[in-house]
Structures are given as C-alpha cells and as structure tokens.
C-alpha cells in the first residue's frame, strides 16, 4: 500500500541551533521510508509557534509532523506512526509507551513526558488546534495536550534522538518571575481547552509553586521561598514540599 506525504515542519533559527545541526536534523527527514516535504520556517523573529503554525498553513497533506532543528528522527519513525494512526484511528501519535487518553494528559501535564515537538504527527482532517503564540514555555504540550483531547492519541516507541548544545533555547534558562507568568498561563489555558485534565490541575499548582519555592532558595531569597512553598502546601499537603518548607524556614531564621 503507497504511503501518504507528510510534510515536515522545521522551525529554524541560527541563534539557537547550528547549520550542521539543521543539516542533520533534514538528513534524518530525507530517510523516512515515507514520502515527504520538508518545511524549514524562520522563527528569529516569531518564535517556534508561530513557526510551526506558518508550517501549518503551508501544508497541503493530510498528515504533518514536527521537528526541531536540533533533533533527529529513526529512519521508520513516520511509517511505524502512520500504521498505529490507522490502526487506532487517533488524531495525534507521539513518542512513548502505550497508555489511555487519561495516562496521556497526566503524564503530560503533571508527569514525565516533556519532550514531544519531534515525535508529534497529527491528521489535520482531526485535528483543528493550534501553536499558542507568545507562551515561551510549553506551546509544544499544550499543542499535544490539545490534539489529544480533540482526537484522540497514539504512542510508538523510540522515534527520535534529542540533541542538547550549549546554545539552544530550552538551555538559555528563564527568570523565577517570567517562568511563574509563563506557567501559569499555560496552566490556565489547559484548564480552559482540555477538559481531561481539571483532575490534575491541583497537582500541577503544587509542583509550580514547589518548583518556584525551590528556586528562591538556591538564589538565597528566603522569604519568597517560603511564601511560594507554602501557598503549594495550601493547594495540595505533599511531604517533600513540607520539607522543602522547613529548610527554607531554617535558613531564613540563621540569616536574620
């Protein structure tokens, strides 16, 4: 049975990712035992979503996937996906082990699963979601957390190599006050569009403000460090928090 094109898109910015990675990146897409087309889209000035999201317009196939210029997919990783969409008639079809819709969203929003830009493929006859613009952290699992929702969702195993560097975004760090805004956007906004995950939301403020307790205390502050663990504690009693709270309490009475 012929296969159908998927068109790849490639968000792409020479200040965060080097030509020879981008090269790589492409090389891995020319291997696919599938067909393709290859989109590489400018994101210096957009920013990844809005990158991806130019790559959805252009897109004239049915199925598109993703990939970020740093990584590198397996040479069967578009067949063994379209096979399990077809099979399963999901919507969406990520990296991982297999799980229910339910396992999926909790694993995304409040679990492990974190890395998913590279491995995503959705069925644009499904999926009608878009990349939020203007949220620096977590537009790629809000992506998925949606498409999920709509259409239901997929794994396969080992479909893609991550690639770190010293210069790319997710290794250029954020602010304790910008990542606090940009979080809990993207907690308020999965509220709103994916409605299998109100049970976690609980949960996902507590590991937010524990998150943010222990980032005060490395940087020595305190007093915040103290309000942001227990403002998690009030949301949901979890006994690391509780510990973290007593440390920061002793070390905010030794340097009084």
Same mark, same amino acid.
Request: hydrophobic share 40%; with cysteine.
């Given at each position: 049975?012929?296969s /159908?094109?998927?068109?790849?898109?490639? /968000?792409?910015?020479?200040?965060?990712?080097?030509?020879?990675?981008?090269?790589?990146?492409?090389?891995s897409?020319?291997d696919?035992?599938? /067909?393709?087309?290859t989109?590489?889209?400018?994101d210096?000035?957009? +920013?990844?979503?809005?990158?991806?999201?130019a790559?959805?317009?252009?897109?004239e196939t049915?199925?598109?996937?993703?990939?970020?210029?740093?990584?590198?997919?397996?040479?069967d990783k578009?067949?063994? &996906?379209?096979?399990?969409m077809?099979?399963?008639?999901? +919507?969406l079809?990520? &990296?991982?082990? /297999?799980?229910?819709?339910?396992?999926?969203?909790?694993?995304?929003f409040?679990?492990d699963?974190?890395?998913?830009?590279?491995?995503?493929?959705? %069925?644009?006859e &499904?999926?009608?979601?878009?990349?939020?613009?203007?949220?620096d952290?977590?537009?790629?699992?809000?992506?998925?957390l949606?498409?999920?929702?709509?259409? +239901?969702?997929?794994?396969?195993?080992?479909?893609?190599e991550?690639?770190?560097?010293?210069?790319?975004m997710?290794a250029?760090?954020?602010?304790i006050?910008?990542?606090r805004?940009h979080?809990?956007?993207?907690?308020?906004?999965?509220?709103?569009r994916?409605?299998e995950?109100?049970?976690y939301?609980?949960?996902?403020?507590? &590991?937010?403000?524990?998150?943010l307790?222990r980032?005060?205390?490395?940087? +020595?502050?305190? %007093?915040?460090?103290?309000?942001?663990?227990?403002?998690?504690?009030?949301?949901?009693?979890?006994?690391?928090t509780?510990?973290l709270?007593?440390?920061?309490l002793?070390y905010?009475?030794?340097s009084?």
């Amino acid at each position: 049975m012929s296969s /159908p094109t998927v068109t790849v898109v490639v /968000p792409y910015s020479p200040a965060y990712t080097p030509e020879s990675m981008l090269a790589a990146a492409t090389a891995s897409v020319d291997d696919q035992s599938v /067909p393709t087309e290859t989109l590489v889209v400018d994101d210096v000035d957009t +920013g990844p979503a809005d990158a991806r999201n130019a790559g959805l317009d252009r897109a004239e196939t049915r199925y598109v996937a993703f990939l970020d210029a740093d990584d590198r997919w397996e040479p069967d990783k578009l067949r063994r &996906q379209l096979d399990r969409m077809v099979e399963t008639g999901a +919507g969406l079809c990520v &990296q991982g082990d /297999p799980m229910t819709l339910d396992d999926f969203v909790y694993a995304v929003f409040v679990g492990d699963l974190s890395e998913v830009t590279s491995a995503i493929v959705v %069925d644009t006859e &499904q999926v009608r979601a878009r990349f939020e613009s203007g949220l620096d952290r977590g537009e790629d699992l809000l992506y998925a957390l949606e498409a999920a929702s709509e259409a +239901g969702v997929c794994l396969c195993p080992d479909l893609f190599e991550r690639r770190r560097h010293a210069d790319s975004m997710t290794a250029s760090g954020m602010a304790i006050e910008e990542y606090r805004t940009h979080a809990k956007r993207f907690g308020y906004l999965v509220s709103q569009r994916v409605p299998e995950a109100q049970p976690y939301l609980p949960i996902y403020y507590n &590991q937010l403000y524990t998150d943010l307790g222990r980032a005060c205390h490395r940087a +020595g502050e305190y %007093d915040r460090a103290v309000t942001y663990l227990g403002r998690a504690l009030r949301i949901t009693a979890h006994p690391v928090t509780a510990l973290l709270l007593c440390r920061s309490l002793c070390y905010r009475a030794l340097s009084l």
